[in-house]
């Protein structure tokens, strides 16, 4: 099962940006600071993704040795995998700070990791509404015992989106730690 969702979050991944390698080098810049903060730490990372579809879990596992941090994500794409796998209440409504904020600590109970990210959202062509249009990316960082939730706007088309959640979410996820551990000196 989890090498299944890591071949498909690859797959999302390579189809929006093609065989040019230089892009995947770009686009994991994030999942190389962040692998190094982890690994630095000695914390283990765990994702739940819906709208960015495995691209985070790419991001993270482009890094080589990335296994000794990333224990991998879930793609909860559909709602019910939101609600069974991961035991996510959705009354709330799936694009919300709610949905994002559980999704992060399921995720990380699930697969036993320190701290975890996870997004829910609106990526388009369509599907967006009033409160929630095109765009709006629900991202959620959890580290022990605690979690954060921004919502974003996000411009583009549905690649661009999806790209720039992934790219907030880690860069999110980097952030949090190191400002929750700098409570803690």
């Known amino acids: 099962m989890k090498n299944i ?11 929006m940006i093609g065989t040019d390698m230089s ?12 692998g190094c903060l982890l690994k630095e730490s000695g914390l283990t990372m765990a994702a739940a993704e819906s709208c960015t579809g495995g691209t985070i879990a790419s991001m993270m596992t482009a890094v080589a040795g990335s296994s000794a941090y990333f224990k991998g994500g879930v793609v ?27 999704m992060a600590e399921k995720v990380a109970a699930l697969l036993d990791a320190d701290c975890a990210v996870a ?7 369509a599907g967006g509404c009033v409160g929630n249009p095109v765009g709006t990316v629900w991202i959620a960082a959890y580290y022990k015992g605690k979690s954060v939730a921004r919502k974003h706007l996000f411009t583009g ?7 720039q959640a992934a790219d907030v979410a880690l860069s999110q996820m980097s952030s949090f730690i190191q400002e929750e551990s700098q409570k803690k000196d």
Request: charged content about 20%; cysteine-free; glycine content about 10%.
């Open 23 to 34: 892009a995947v080098r770009r686009f994991s810049k994030w999942g190389e600071r962040l």
């Open 119 to 125: 997004t829910t959202g609106v990526a388009g062509p």
């Open 76 to 102: 909860s794409y559909a709602v019910e995998v939101k609600t069974r796998l991961l035991g996510v209440d959705v009354s709330a409504g799936v694009v919300s700070e709610s949905v994002a904020r559980q």
């Open 157 to 163: 088309d549905r690649e661009m989106v999806i790209l």
């Open 5 to 15: 969702i890591f071949a498909a979050g690859f797959f999302v991944f390579m189809s």
